[in-house]
């Protein structure tokens, strides 16, 4: 089955403790990429990598990092988390650069910041 | 710049009536749209997209969306809606360019009424 799994799912962390929220997709997707989503404000993305070794900045970025060492994995990291990162977060993937190609999401990791 | 817009942050309907979900789009060059539908505790599920062709776009769960070029627009469909209709929508554009970008407007609540 097609599919992109986030870890956790939900997660309730302290200020300044590093964590990582894992991405894994299954098909063979080149388009991985991070969104958080807040009310009122949609879906913004974080982050976004064409291919394996290749990212680049969306529109929020500030306070995130991302690496892609294998085409599957997209891990989401954040050193030093803040309350303001408190959010829903969801990780997608799609094939190649085609425009026309969907968008797969993961089903979201609730992260609170406390 | 690429934008989406969703003009309406809840839309109520009846039961059987008619249901229409509105998106106005702003993108150079040929547009790519999508619409998603999220259900609670859940991620995002793909509904249909536009890429070129017929205007009238088919899509899943009884779901159309008509593509609009003079008036930019991407509307939601359905000829009667179901409870299990109330969720939240999103409509998306993707252009092809530099960064393939993917924006998302901020989400339409539609609450269906026994």
């Known amino acids: 089955e097609a599919q992109v799994t986030q870890n956790p799912r939900y997660l309730i962390t302290v200020t300044g403790k590093k964590l990582t929220v894992t991405c894994s997709q299954n098909?063979?997707?080149?388009?991985m990429s991070w969104y958080r989503q807040d009310p009122g404000l949609g879906l913004r993305q974080i982050y976004y990598s064409m291919n394996v070794e290749v990212t680049d900045k969306g529109d929020v970025p500030e306070g995130y990092k991302v690496s892609r060492k294998e085409k599957r994995n997209f891990p989401l990291i954040l050193e030093s988390p803040s309350p303001n990162q408190t959010s829903l977060y969801f990780c997608?993937?799609?094939?190649?650069?085609?425009?026309?190609?969907?968008?797969?999401f993961g089903e979201g990791s609730w992260l609170t910041v406390v | 710049a690429q934008s989406v817009a969703q003009p309406e942050d809840q839309v109520n309907v009846a039961e059987g009536n008619p249901l229409t979900v509105k998106c106005t789009y702003s993108?150079?060059?040929?547009?790519?749209l999508f619409w998603y539908v999220q259900y609670p505790n859940r991620g995002l599920q793909f509904l249909l997209k536009y890429i070129t062709g017929d205007n009238l776009v088919k899509g899943s769960y009884g779901f159309e969306a008509e593509f609009n070029k003079s008036q930019t627009s991407f509307h939601l469909k359905k000829p009667s809606a179901l409870v299990s209709d109330s969720a939240l929508y999103f409509c998306a554009v993707r252009a092809l360019n530099r960064d393939d970008k993917i924006i998302f407007g901020k989400g339409t609540r539609l609450h269906i009424l026994p």
């Open positions: 997608a993937s799609s094939a190649g650069r085609a425009s026309g190609n969907t968008i797969y």
């Open positions: 993108v150079s060059g040929n547009p790519y």
């Open positions: 098909m063979n997707h080149e388009y």
